[in-house]
Every structure is written in C-alpha cells, then in structure tokens.
C-alpha cells in the first residue's frame, strides 16, 4: 500500500468525503471520526512520501499505468511531500478545533461541512502533487469551490464577501486556463517535465511570454498580490470561525508554491521569468507595505489578521522572487511558519468570538483575566510575526533579508524591516488591551467569559508550542527538509 | 415554487417523453466510449427529466429523487468512480489502471470496461448534483436556511 | 494586415469574448450580469482550447467502422484532447454557476437587491 502514497495523499480525502454524507445520515459521530481518519491518512502517506524522497529523490507516480507524458503523473519531491505533510497537519488540527462548533448543528450540515472540508484537502492536496499543468487547474477549481461554499456559510455579509471572492477567483483560475491553452499550443504537452524539456524550442516566441504572464497573473490573484488582494480582507473578515484557520492558513500558500513551481522548476531558463520575477518582487514589496500599513487601521481583529496575511504573502512572494539561496529558504521557512502563526492566531479569534460573541478589539478588553492559555498563545504567536527571537518568525525574516542584503536590494531591506516595526504596532495593540485594560465588570459577562473547551484550546496551544519549537529548531529543519526542496542547480 | 402551468398538454406531453428522455441518456452513457456522450453528458439528460417533472407536476411529492436520495445518488456514484479506481490496487496496479483486471476479455475490452463503470458512477454523481441544484435553487424559504445575524 | 486577422479569427474572437467577460464581471454593478459574464468569459477560453485542436481536412476523432485490432491513421483526425480537456472545463464552470446562484440566492432572500453598490453600503450599516 504503501507503493501507492502520492495518489492515496489525493484519494484517500476524496472517497471519504463522498462516503461522510451518507454515514452522517446514521450518526454524526462516526462521520466527525471519519473526517479525522481520512486527514491522518492523508498525514501518514504525506510523511512517508517525504521519508522516502528525502533519501532517494522524486517519486513518479503514474496514473492509470499511462507513461507520462501520455498520462497525468504525480511527482513527488521533498517540497510538494513538506506542504502536503504541512495542509494535512493544520487540516487535523482545524478539523479537532471544529468540533465544538459543529455539534451544535444539525447532523446534515454537519455532515456537508465535513465533507466539504475534505473536498478543500483534495484539491489542495492534489494541487501539491500533481504533476500536469490542466490536472493543477483541475485541482485548483475544486479547493476554490469547496473554499466558496465554506467561507458563504457563516453569516449573510460572509456570502456578499464570497460572491466577490468567487468571480475574482474564477477570473484568476480562467487566465491559468488560458496561459495553460498558450502553453499547450506551443509545446504540444501537459506534463510539467515534458515542457520542460522543450521549452529551449519555444522559449523566445510571443506566446510564450503571453503563458507565463497569465499565468502569473492567475497564481497571484489566488495568492492575495497586491493590487489584486482586495478579495481577502472581506473574505477573511466574515468567514466562519471553523474554517478560517485553515484556509487563513493554507489556501494562498499553495497558489504560491504552484507559481513558485510552474516558476523555478520548469519555466526558469526562459528570459521572461527573470522579468516576471523582477515585477512580482515590486508588487511583494508594496504588498507587505500596504498589508502593514492596513492592518494598523482595523479595530476587528479578524480583519486586522486578513490585512496582515497579505503582507505575510508578500514576504513569501518578496522571498521566492529575489531568488537566491537565503532568500528561498526564507521564503520556505516562513510558508510553515506562517501556516503555524496564521492558523493560532485565526483560531484564537474564533475562540474568543465562540465566547464573548465579538471580534471587535474594544472587547478584548482586559480578556487574559478570563482565557490566560489562549491569550498565552496569541501572545507567543504575535511576537512570532513582529519577528522577535526566539519564536520562528524572527528566523525566516532572517533569512529574507540576508537574501535581500546579498542582492544588494536595500530598498527591500527597508521594507522588511519597517514592515516589522509596523507589525509590532499592530500586535502590541491586541496584547495591551488583552493584558492591560481593566476588564468590563457585568455578572452575566463574568460567567460567559471562561477558557475554552479543551477541543478547541489544544489545537491553538499545539500552534504556540510548534512556534516555539520551529524557532529554537529552525537549523534541523532547514539542514534536513527544507535544503532539499530548493530547486537544484544555479545557486 | 407555484406551479404556472398546469394543462392536459403539458402533462401528457411530459408523460411521453420522459421514457424516451431516459432512454437517451442511457444511450448517451452507454456509447460514451465510440461516440460523443460519456458520463457527464448522460448524467445531464437524466437529471433533465427529473427536472422536467418537477417543473411540470410539483404537487407530487418529489419524483423518484427527493434530496436525501439525490445526495445519495450523487455520493454512492462517486463512492463507484474511487472504489474502481481503488480496486486496481488489488491487482497489484496504479490507481485506475483498468488494465491489470483479470476479466475474460481481450486487453482493449477490459479497460473499456473499466472506463464504463467509471462513466456509470459519473453519470450517477452529476444528476444526483443537477438535481441538487435545482431543488436548492427553487425551494420555498426554508427554516434551517436563515443566515446568521451579520456581525 | 487582413490575412492577420483572417487567419486568426478565432483568437480574434476569444479574446473579444474575454474582454467581453472581464468587462462585465469589473464594470457592471448586477451580480447576476457578473455572473454571466462569468460564464461568457469561461466560454472564451473553450473556444479558445477547441479551436487548438483543429486540422485542415480532419475528421472528428471517432473510428466509424473500425475492428479495433488497425492503428487509425492518426494525422486524418483532429486532435481530441482539448475537447476532453474542455468537457472538464464546461464541468467546472456549471459547478461554478450552481455555487455562484445558491450564494446570489441566499443574499436575494435577505437583502431584496442585487445591485452591488446597495449592497455594500447595507452591509457596512
């Protein structure tokens, strides 16, 4: 069994997201059950694939028997098998944090969010490990509607801010469509490696530039870039508490590692990615200023975190743009981290939403009083994104501006570095008010206000301690994983 | 959803046609692997005849498909696609490898074979879904549909 | 110059039709009109993607009167692998639509408008 891991990572979430519908019409439980069996599955066989591609390199996985490029394959490689052990992971921690939410609902929606839920980790998964160019739209277009459909069930303002988040995500997954037609017309394949192979044929041709340019644009629309960010802030404001965590976490990262991809593993000797580079390094810059400068303004925390997302993504962009080894393992490390920081933070929020019924921050007035481990973590998780030692935000940042000190691109220094201070305004700002202001004294107020349930308060606590350790053992991490994922060659 | 018609023609037109309506899909499905059509294409024509009768005859109780029995239709036709798809692990295949079922065929037939119980479970799985759809879309307000108070 | 656009009609008229979409998704303030723009714009890209596979003098990649044991002469037939990339695509854009409606539903039956502008200005009330 285990021979067939990279398409068990994929199918594995998929069956059982079509088999929990029917096993919630007999009993919630099993299906609850059923969602984290399926997640730790796909957990196990993302672990195994990196065990073994750390030791012996790619793992081709062929389709239907089909020899490539006849047929789709899956390739495995340290960085496709790290973010799918990475999407599993905060998937099983989101899916223990739901639980409290989902047992007050009926059993038929309940088994619907599940499934839907897992119908997210299949097209996420998949877009990791798939090695065909119209099998990652594919993929692309199932994690973005399960994705929709989440994010517009909470309240009705989460389905006005869906709708926009739908047409602007079709509108991005349409020009990848379009620079995969372009790319299809002028090499005559779908497989990754195979245009990769003839690429130095075609490389200098218009429409060749035409493909890369749209299909940049489509992963950066996907992946939140300035100036086509304006969907996430809504999107990630409204959203419902139980998914947030996770597609806060995960969704926009792998639209970047698929452009990261597409970008350094295949497309690198042509020209126009050097130039495509260069301008994805400009829009990542304004990107983490803008993000910053944004988040300050916000008085609901959620909103706050969205607008700081889009700066975060601007580091990752800023890091795999710049291009030099620093730089890409900076941008690597900070995709965990992120995940890690991003994912407890959002689950923070909705805990403390799930208690006092706001996201406001004139109600987090005086709250560690009443919910000291969750502010605990928020504070560890904070200090992490200002980028302070020990925590793993302050490493990854390390690394960026290294990268960004090596290509002589001060201008960028600068930004790095003003962007922190920035987030420590904004960051102060929660844990001063959750510290330090006196706390509204009502009766009924002191009896809602308590720590959350354990389901909900293990995942954020696991979150934290993670920070932690990441940071105190980023150099392990670095050295054994994330060193093997870069592209090879040209450093 | 009112019912705005409500003649002797429709009705007897709608009873007609149905069968044949069927029949074609099944066509459709069936000749998907030599001819235009396959799964997804049946599966549509399928679903239109139950949507055809829900638009016709709504005082019926839902014909043939209520939504519990659509999201069955639609998961048990999925649950065939992956469980084919899975079986080839048991001969020693890649996922969907129809080629290695030890069936008494020739090598072409066999994943013909294989891909028609694929095109079964699609069919299956798209109108159970268009007929999801169309019951979601046209529903009167329902009680467990409110959305939330806005923040 | 004509041959230009003679013999390119059909990029003409996909990106006519993409812009057609992107125009109607970014400008119009109905989000019924943005979701059928949508769909113009996915229709765009279909023609596009079919419109790759075709040959001067080929036939439609089905074997009539084949016995299944010859090889067909591959190079008389047009290409089928867009098409079947393409049923994908349509796929995908009907589950886009059925997502797009219920969601188009759902903030018909709360708000009664559909006009974007109203509805932001309500949603930050």
Known sequence: ?491 | MKPLFGSVVLDVACRLSVPFIILFAIYVIVHGHDSPGGGFQGGTILAATFILIRMIRQDVKPWGLDRTGALVLACCGLLLYTGIGLLSFLFAGNYLDYGVFPLPLEAGKIRFMGSFGIEIGVSMGVTGVLVLIFDALTEEDSQDDKPGEPT | MMSDILGHLNYWLATLLLLIGLHGMLIRPNLVKKLMAMNVMQVAVIMFFISLAVKTGGTAPIELHGDGHTTPHAAAYINPLPHALMLTAIVVGVSTTGVALALLIRIYRYYGTLEEPELLQRMQE
């Not at chain 1, 925590?391 to 002589?408: M, P, R």
């Not at chain 1, 960028?412 to 987030?423: D, E, K, M, N, Y």
Request: charged share 10%.
């Open chain 1, 1 to 491: 069994m285990t021979a067939h891991a990279p398409v068990l990572i994929v199918v594995i979430p998929l069956a059982i997201a079509v088999l929990v519908p029917l096993v919630s019409l007999r009993s919630d439980q099993w299906a609850r059950s059923l969602v984290l069996l399926a997640l730790l599955g796909a957990m196990t066989c993302a672990a195994i694939a990196l065990a073994q591609t750390l030791s012996t390199g790619p793992w081709h996985y062929h389709l239907g028997g089909w020899e490539p490029p006849w047929g789709i394959e899956y390739v495995l490689d340290p960085l496709s098998s790290g973010m799918a052990l990475l999407i599993s992971a905060v998937a099983i921690l989101v899916a223990i944090y739901a639980g409290p939410h989902l047992s007050g609902w009926a059993a038929s929606r309940s088994g619907l969010f599940s499934s839907l839920f897992l119908l997210l980790n299949t097209g996420l998964l998949g877009m990791v490990v798939t090695g065909d160019f119209f099998n990652l739209y594919v993929f692309l277009e199932i994690s973005s509607l399960a994705a929709y459909a989440l994010l517009a069930s909470g309240t009705i303002q989460a389905t006005v801010a869906t709708f926009r988040y739908l047409i602007i995500g079709t509108i991005a997954a349409t020009f990848y469509l379009l620079g995969v037609g372009y790319l299809y017309a002028l090499t005559g394949t779908l497989n990754m490696a195979d245009v990769a192979a003839r690429l130095p044929a075609v490389a200098d041709s218009s429409p060749f530039i035409v493909a890369v340019i749209f299909i940049a644009v489509g992963l950066s629309i996907k992946a939140a870039l300035f100036p086509m960010h304006g969907w996430l802030p809504d999107a990630y404001a409204y959203a419902p508490p139980t998914v947030i965590g996770f597609i806060s976490a995960v969704m926009a990262k792998v639209s970047v590692y698929a452009l990261f991809r597409v970008l350094y593993f295949i497309l690198r000797p042509a020209e126009i990615v050097e130039q495509t580079l260069t301008v994805l390094s400009w829009a990542a810059a304004i990107a983490i200023l803008a993000g910053s400068l944004l988040a300050v303004a916000q008085r609901d925390i959620r909103r706050m975190l969205a607008y700081s997302s889009v700066g975060q993504m601007g580091y990752i962009m800023l890091g795999f743009a710049l291009g030099t080894r620093a730089a890409l393992i900076g941008a690597l490390l900070h995709m965990l981290n992120h995940a890690i920081m991003k994912g407890c933070l959002f689950l923070a929020a909705g805990g403390v939403q799930w208690r006092t019924g706001s996201c406001n921050l004139d109600d987090f007035a005086g709250i560690s009083r009443h919910m000291p481990l969750t502010m605990a973590a928020v504070v560890v998780a904070a200090i992490s994104m200002i980028g302070l030692p020990p925590t793993a935000g302050f490493f990854s940042k390390w690394y960026l501006v290294t990268g960004a000190i090596q290509v002589h691109a001060w201008v960028f220094v600068a930004v790095l570095i003003g962007s922190s201070l920035l987030s420590a305004v904004y960051f102060f700002r929660v844990i001063e008010w959750a510290y330090l202001r006196a706390p509204e004294c009502s009766a009924t107020s002191a009896i809602r206000h308590q720590e959350l349930p354990v389901q909900m308060l293990m995942p954020i606590l696991l979150l934290a301690t993670s920070i932690l350790l990441l940071g105190l053992f980023n150099q392990t991490v670095i050295s054994h994983v994330i060193q093997y994922a870069l592209p090879q060659g040209g450093f």
